[in-house]
């Protein structure tokens, strides 16, 4: 029972350098999404994707760019990182958009240090 | 925009029973949900109110009061395992999609 997962689980990055979290589900959902969390907080929407073709942008999608590849996986790329950046970064999905009675399934969570 | 505030923390003792409040300033209602987060963990969900009143889980409940944009999550017979983070979440408007509250860091004494 994997459910999600995403790579890589920690990542050290310097300032400019790029990336890409990657995430795939085997749940056969709809949705995906991307979260961070930073020390002591919620939970922040970066981007979402309703269905396979369409991301849209959550609340913090500055310095992000997202890819939803087919309808398992939803990859999160930083172009040029920043220490800003530095955060847990948690890939999600659920079965349709939105939590109106609609559980989310969370990844374990990456760790990213950008120095 | 949109807004879920919760305390900060709570501390209760064991087998105790302690409420984490929710309050919500939201564009639309879609319901109310609640995740359990252990430290270093992924949110896990608990719980759900589309309608007011209580729903029961086990020994965890969630209370909804629609006209006054609140809830709460109700945690009886606490464990040292229930020392955690919980989050209440609800649907962003028209677009739906879900945002967390501020997170509530409940710890557990013996």
């Known amino acids: 029972n994997a459910g999600v997962t995403q790579t890589p689980k920690f990542q050290v990055l310097k300032t400019g350098q790029s990336m890409t979290l990657q995430c795939a589900q085997d749940m056969n959902h709809n949705s995906m999404y991307w979260y961070r969390q930073d020390p002591g907080m919620g939970l922040r929407l970066i981007y979402y994707s309703a269905s396979e073709g369409t991301t849209d942008k959550g609340e913090v999608p500055n310095g992000y760019n997202v890819s939803r590849l087919n309808k398992r996986e939803f990859s999160l790329r930083l172009e040029s990182a920043a220490p800003s950046q530095t955060s847990v970064y948690f890939c999600a999905s659920s079965e349709r958009l939105g939590g109106a009675g609609n559980t989310i399934y969370f990844g374990e969570g990456s760790w990213l240090t950008v120095v | 925009g949109q807004s879920l505030e919760q305390p900060s923390e709570v501390t209760a003792v064991e087998g105790a029973i302690v409420q984490i409040n929710c309050t919500y300033q939201t564009s639309g209602f879609y319901g109310l949900s609640w995740y359990q987060q252990h430290d270093g963990g992924a949110p896990t969900f608990l719980s759900y109110n589309a309608l007011d009143g209580l729903e029961e889980t086990g020994r965890f409940s969630s209370f909804l009061s629609r006209s006054d944009s609140y809830g709460y999550l109700l945690l009886q017979e606490l464990q040292m395992k229930d020392s955690a983070s919980y989050f209440c979440?609800?649907?962003?408007?028209?677009?739906?999609?879900?945002?967390f509250g501020t997170g509530t860091l409940l710890a557990v004494q013996p």
């Open positions: 979440a609800a649907p962003e408007g028209a677009t739906n999609k879900l945002i």
